[in-house]
C-alpha cells in the first residue's frame, strides 16, 4: 500500500487502529462493547476488526425513513462478514404521536432535534444501556463539530451517575481519502448511493447529494447552520468532551 499519507491509510496508521480496536474488545466481556453502524467508516471498522481474526457486536439504527439502498447496504455488509446486525427502531408510540402531532416532515420547520430525539436518540439510548462502551467511525475532518474529536473519551452525552459510558473513535485521524482507498483497496462493501454523489447519508428526507468541492456533510440537514448539523447521537461534540487519559 502506498505511504502517500494524503491520500492512503499508511501502513502504522492502520495498525494503530487496528491496535485500538483489538485493546477495546479485549476489554469488556463480548456483548458489552459494540460498533454502531451506518455508513462508509463503519464498515472499515468492520473489515479491520474482521482482519485480525476478532469479532465484534454490531448495531445499526433503522429509523424508518432510510433510502432503500442503505437498508439493502445493510443486508450486504451482514452477509459480506456473515456477521449479526442488531437493528434498533424508534417506539411507536412516541412516533405515532409526532406525526400525528406534526406531520412526517416537520424538522423542515422547528429542527431536526425532537425527530431524531424519537428515531435516533431514544433507542440508542436504550442500547446503550446495557453496554459498557461503543465504537464509532467519525473522524475530525467530518465537519466543524467534529475537528476535536478524540479517540477515546467518557460519552458524557449517555454515561449517567450511575452508569459511565466509554466511546471509541479510533478512524478519529482518517480523512476521507483513507478511508475511500482503504474501501476500494480491500473490497470492502459500500452504500451504492454513494456513487450517485451522496458523500454522507443519514435519513432520505435529510439528505441530498452534495455537489462538487461542497462539503462531505453538506447535504445532511442542509437547512440548518453548520454547528448545529449533529443529530444528537454525538451531541457531545457541540458541547463539551471529556478525553480519557492514556
Known amino acids: 500500500m502506498s505511504t502517500d499519507q ?3 491509510a499508511p501502513e502504522d496508521q492502520i495498525a494503530e487502529t487496528q491496535s485500538l480496536l483489538r485493546d477495546a474488545l479485549g ?3 463480548p ?9 462508509a467508516e463503519d464498515v472499515v471498522l468492520i473489515d479491520l476488526v474482521a482482519s485480525m481474526g476478532l469479532s465484534a457486536a454490531v448495531f445499526s439504527l433503522d429509523t424508518g425513513r432510510l433510502h432503500a439502498q442503505t437498508y439493502e447496504f445493510i443486508e450486504r455488509v451482514r452477509k459480506h462478514y456473515d456477521i449479526s446486525i442488531e437493528l434498533l427502531s424508534p417506539n ?3 412516533l405515532g404521536q409526532l406525526v400525528k402531532d406534526k406531520g412526517l416532515f416537520s424538522f423542515y ?4 432535534g425532537e425527530c431524531c430525539g424519537i428515531r435516533k436518540i431514544a433507542p440508542l439510548r436504550a442500547k446503550l444501556g446495557t453496554l459498557d462502551a461503543w465504537i464509532t467511525g467519525q473522524r475530525r475532518d467530518q465537519s466543524v463539530t467534529r ?4 479517540l477515546r473519551q467518557v460519552d458524557t452525552a449517555f454515561s449517567t451517575s450511575e452508569h459511565s459510558i466509554e466511546k471509541y473513535n479510533p478512524l478519529a485521524n482518517w480523512s476521507a481519502s ?5 474501501i476500494r483497496d480491500f473490497e470492502v462493501p459500500y452504500n451504492a448511493l454513494h456513487d450517485e454523489g451522496y458523500t454522507s ?3 432520505q428526507p435529510c439528505t441530498r447529494a452534495t455537489g462538487p468541492h461542497q462539503h462531505e456533510r453538506a447535504g445532511r440537514w442542509w437547512w440548518e447552520e453548520e454547528t448545529q448539523k449533529e443529530c444528537g447521537l454525538h451531541h457531545q461534540n457541540v458541547i463539551s468532551i471529556k478525553t480519557l487519559p492514556n
Open 109 to 112: 420547520e422547528d429542527g431536526h
Open 201 to 203: 447519508i443519514g435519513c
Open 147 to 150: 475537528t476535536d474529536v478524540p
Open 92 to 94: 411507536p408510540e412516541a
Open 178 to 182: 483513507q478511508i475511500w482507498h482503504y
Open 27 to 29: 476489554k469488556y466481556e
Open 31 to 39: 456483548g458489552r462493547i459494540a460498533i454502531s453502524f451506518s455508513g
Open 6 to 8: 494524503t491520500l492512503y
